[in-house]
T-cell receptor
Framework: DAMVIQNPRYQVTQFGKPVTLSCSQT?????MYWYQQKSSQAPKLLFH???????NEADTPDNFQSRRPNTSFCFLDIRSPGLGDAAMYLC?????????????FGPGTRLTVT | AQTVTQSQPEMSVQEAETVTLSCTYD???????LFWYKQPPSRQMILVIR??????QNATENRFSVNFQKAAKSFSLKISDSQLGDAAMYFC??????????FGTGTRLKVLA
């Protein structure tokens, strides 16, 4: 089945230690998103890729970076995680912008910062 | 700017009964789309139902239907014959066809056996 896969599902890192979360998709969608979701809150968009074009939200901290080496993969790098970065990180895809196709979500990576 | 408001943080429904989750939105766009997503505990978010604003007919997917009131900017979700598996966080979302999807704060639905 076509899907959005996130690895790892659970990640524990130390305060200040860089961490990378990964997302892959078999849907061949050209738009990929990273969201941060804290407990019982709405997902907060961090950035998205439209093909290779990277789009950062204005309020995304500089601590967060992303890479998309090809259509299928997208990475979220947190350079110096703080305690406030503990959250669920959701990857999502959609076919394209301009037409409101729904988003397809991965299962998320729960990040713990110790 | 688009906004989405869900005023019910939590709802409960008896198994086999019907429940309605509320959502209001605001947008200056003439063309937009509305969604309900379901996020079960520790599981991924999935689309429940979508509605194109230009369509007057309310969307229906099996036991799930919406009441779309465009003038009132209201988009409620009705779940009929509620099942234990319907227990989840439900998010209302909108997009005008750009990249950005605006989510509400969610409604936690509990289904009582």
């Amino acid at each position: 089945d076509a899907m959005v896969i996130q690895n790892p599902r659970y990640q524990v890192t130390q305060f200040g230690k860089p961490v990378t979360l990964s997302c892959s998709q078999t849907l061949n969608h050209n738009v990929m998103y990273w969201y941060q979701q804290k407990s019982s809150q709405a997902p907060k968009l961090l950035f998205h890729y439209y093909d290779k074009d990277f789009n950062n939200e204005a309020d995304t901290p500089d601590n967060f970076q992303s890479r998309r080496p090809n259509t299928s993969f997208c990475f979220l790098d947190i350079r110096s995680p703080g305690l406030g970065d503990a959250a669920m990180y959701l990857c999502a895809t959609s076919r394209r912008t301009g037409v409101a196709y729904e988003q397809y979500f991965g299962p998320g990576t729960r990040l713990t910062v110790t | 700017a688009q906004t989405v408001t869900q005023s019910q943080p939590e709802m409960s429904v008896q198994e086999a009964e019907t429940v309605t989750l509320s959502c209001t939105y605001d947008t200056s766009e003439s063309d937009y789309y509305l969604f309900w997503y379901k996020q079960p505990p520790s599981r991924q978010m999935i689309l429940v139902i979508r509605q194109e604003a230009y369509k007057q007919q309310n969307a229906t997917e099996n036991r799930f239907s919406v009441n779309f009131q465009k003038a009132a900017k209201s988009f409620s979700l009705k779940i009929s014959d509620s099942q234990l598996g319907d227990a989840a966080m439900y998010f209302c979302a909108s997009t005008s066809g750009t990249y950005k999807y605006i989510f509400g704060t969610g409604t936690r639905l509990k289904v009582l056996a």
